[in-house]
């Protein structure tokens, strides 16, 4: 089965998930992830969202009708809310939910959450148990953003999905995000030690510096063996979604519409030399 290799519509910048529908067949791709963003929140991409939580049920059928008219399907959504640790998220998380399963997708990332003590811990694996339990509702599984807290790495990870045991959650495991978050850490040998319980990946490039915002287009960075990462996945029976997501390069010039596109189209290209699309 040929993998599906999907954009986080994050990587079209200032120009959005309407930018990304648009363009992206011609970058060489036709999935993407779609974001549903909570409504208020201000993107730091400086995008006017398409999907927000105050969505109706006429806003939902002209994004369908948009993605539809595109030839664009939808491979997840990023329902990323904050902390689960927060009552107030979990239930925007759960009505995130409701909205994905509009779309028909099986899987959706957010976060998993962080905690100060054992405390904390124990609410927080509650929560997000109850998001587990929603999510199986909706035939979606949830699948735990590679951000600090409790699955900031694969050790983490493996110690989180461990203690869950939920079969409705599962980890997006981000290969940019393992450099920026954590130090002394070989992407290729964490993504191995939780390639099992691996449902969705954001590819992302880097040059391996922690806490350094550089993700510019895929093969770029020089900091993930992207041939490796499809072998690893691709000997436990993985086929996608592969998530592009591109966030650019602190300090950079703003970049034209044209310029996103090429980076994207630039990743494809790197993809295609790993052997993505064979």
Same mark, same amino acid.
């Given at each position: ?20 529908i648009e363009n ?27 999907v927000t939580t ?8 002209? %994004? ?5 008219? &595109?030839? =664009? +399907? ?7 809310? *904050? #902390? @689960? ?53 909706h035939g979606i ?47 290729? %040998? ?5 390639? &099992?319980? =691996? +449902? ?7 040059? *391996? #510096? @922690? ?68």
């Amino acid at each position: 089965m040929r993998a599906i290799v999907s954009c986080l519509t994050n990587s079209y910048g200032r120009f959005g998930a309407r930018g990304a529908i648009e363009n992206i067949r011609a970058a060489g791709l036709e999935y993407l992830e779609l974001p549903i963003r909570t409504a208020g929140a201000k993107s730091i991409f400086g995008d006017e969202p398409l999907v927000t939580t105050e969505a109706s049920t006429a806003d939902l059928t002209a %994004v369908k009708s948009l993605l539809s008219d &595109h030839g =664009v +399907k939808l491979a997840s959504c990023n329902i990323t809310s *904050g #902390n @689960p640790l927060q009552r107030d998220v979990v239930d925007i998380t759960k009505h995130k939910l409701g909205i994905a399963a509009e779309f028909g997708v099986k899987l959706v990332v957010g976060g998993a959450g962080e905690a100060d003590d054992a405390e904390q811990l124990s609410q927080l694996y509650a929560h997000l148990r109850e998001i587990g339990d929603c999510a199986a509702t909706h035939g979606i599984t949830y699948c735990f953003e590679t951000h600090p807290g409790i699955c900031v790495n694969h050790r983490y990870m493996l110690q989180t999905m461990e203690e869950l045991q939920h079969p409705n959650l599962r980890i997006n495991f981000d290969t940019g995000n393992m450099l920026y978050f954590n130090e002394n850490i070989v992407v290729e %040998v964490g993504l191995a030690k939780v390639s &099992h319980y =691996v +449902k969705h990946l954001h590819l992302k490039d880097s040059q *391996g #510096n @922690p806490g350094e915002w550089y993700f510019p287009a895929l093969g770029y960075g020089g900091a993930v063996d992207f041939l490796q990462v499809l072998h690893i996945m691709r000997g436990c029976g993985f086929t996608g979604p592969y998530s592009l997501e591109l966030e650019g390069i602190r300090g950079e010039p703003e970049l034209s519409l044209a310029e996103t596109q090429q980076r994207i189209i630039d990743s494809v290209e790197t993809l295609k030399s790993c052997g993505y699309f064979d």
